[in-house]
């Protein structure tokens, strides 16, 4: 059977937890999210979790060396041998580069979905964005979680402060990857506004052509 491996790529803000959820239900392949798995180490103390939430707690990105590391082990596992959805990774050139390189030993290869949407708008977003702590899913009021009930917390770095360092962080060193991927003719645009559900469809219809 063919690997499946599919980078969602996006500013913060840009929907990516919320329509990673959905690719993975339909294409059955897991989720590596590595922004999940850092608040995961950080809320379990971990030496993973020691090291990153200070660059976290800056909305500045966590050291390359680092990263990759967390994703070669991960992507090792059994249950990503037939591809993985990447959410929240590469955001570094030197991350792209590691990536198709772990991949291209096993004769995989990426394409990349970017989910588009305008600087203000991610603004708006992040300022006002409510997350369930258990499943990540994100919701634009306080409240409980529809899906499994737990109370919404606002994240610590959707500060307004620390979200214009998160952005600032993404326009300088993660867009650059729309050019990488772009001239290897592997980045697919998605229009990133518009409603969960009209979005999914732009989605869908990347990964059925
Ligand atoms: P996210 O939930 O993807 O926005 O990630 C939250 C924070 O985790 C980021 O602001 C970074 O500090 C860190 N982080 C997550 N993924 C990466 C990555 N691929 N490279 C560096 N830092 C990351």
Known sequence: ???????????????????AKRIVAHLGIPQISTGDILRAAVRAGS????????????????????IIGVVEERIREPDCQLGCLFDGFP?????????DDMLGRAGRNVIVIGL?????????????????????????????CTVDGARLEQREDDKPETVKKRLQAYREQTAPLKDFYQKRGRYRAVDGLGSEDEVWRRVRKVIEG
């Open 1 to 19: 059977m063919a690997t499946r491996d599919i980078i969602l790529f996006g500013a913060p803000g840009a929907g990516k937890g919320t329509q």
């Open 47 to 66: 030496a993973l979790g020691l090291k990153a939430k200070p660059f976290m707690d800056l909305g500045r990105l966590v050291p390359d060396d680092i």
């Open 91 to 99: 955001r570094t050139l030197a991350q792209g580069e590691a990536l």
């Open 116 to 144: 588009e949407v305008a600087e203000e708008e991610l603004t708006r977003r992040l300022s006002g964005r409510w997350t369930c702590p258990q499943c990540q899913r994100t919701y634009s009021d306080p409240g409980t």
